[in-house]
């Protein structure tokens, strides 16, 4: 197990970013692309903005579809 570092600093940034999830879904609704990058694991946060967009109301989600795609083998054909 690796020692948790900088701990309230990812909370911070946690934070901002969670505030900024309804803009997130404004981007996906008008057809815009989102992509996640930088050094360590964007999995928490983006499954914490899946649960975000499906909340169960009229304005939620819809259908999601989450790709774990760890595996360098994956490609598009075997997802679809």
């Given at each position: ?11 911070v940034l ?67």
């Open positions: 197990q690796l020692p948790v570092r900088n701990l309230e600093d990812k909370a946690f934070r901002y970013y969670y505030s900024q999830f309804p803009r997130w879904r404004l981007w996906l609704r008008h057809g815009f692309n989102m992509m996640f990058f930088g050094f360590g694991s964007k999995k928490g946060l983006l499954e914490s903005f899946v649960e975000f967009l499906d909340d169960g109301t009229p304005d939620g989600a819809g259908e999601v579809v989450v790709v774990n795609g760890f595996s360098p083998h994956l490609s598009v054909k075997e997802i679809l």
